[in-house]
């Protein structure tokens, strides 16, 4: 079983920057990709970004060139830098954690980041 624990939500002015981290705990399987989706009231989640555990990535157009993902192997925890924030960018944001080989799929709990204008 793998456990994750996001942190560093909150509230932020448009044009802010805030930085989740997510700590996953337990057996986790070498290879696997780590992400961050979203989901805003009334919307779908969608991703956002994700990295796999050799640090390719890939990210949604809407957050392209202002969030970056990153990730730190030793300490099994993913980042998510969020640059020039916009109030569109208001939602919950989910962890994941996806076995390549198992194609299990592992959720946060989701942490709240609100952009005001």
């Known amino acids: 079983q793998v456990q994750l624990v996001e942190s560093g939500g909150g509230l932020v002015q448009a044009g802010g920057s805030l930085r989740l981290s997510c700590a996953a705990s337990?057996?986790?399987?070498?290879?696997?990709?780590m992400g961050w989706y979203r989901q805003a009231p009334g919307n779908q989640r969608e991703l956002v970004a994700r990295?796999?555990?050799?640090?390719?990535?890939n990210y949604a157009d809407s957050v392209k060139g202002r969030f970056t993902i990153s990730r730190d192997n030793a300490k099994n925890t993913v980042y998510l830098q969020m640059n020039s924030l916009k109030p569109e960018d208001t939602a919950v944001y989910y962890c994941?954690?996806?076995?390549?080989?198992?194609?299990?799929?592992?959720w946060g709990q989701g942490t709240q980041v609100t952009v005001s204008l």
């Open positions: 994941n954690l996806h076995g390549v080989f198992s194609r299990v799929d592992y």
């Open positions: 337990g057996t986790i399987a070498s290879v696997n990709v």
């Open positions: 990295i796999t555990s050799t640090h390719t990535t």
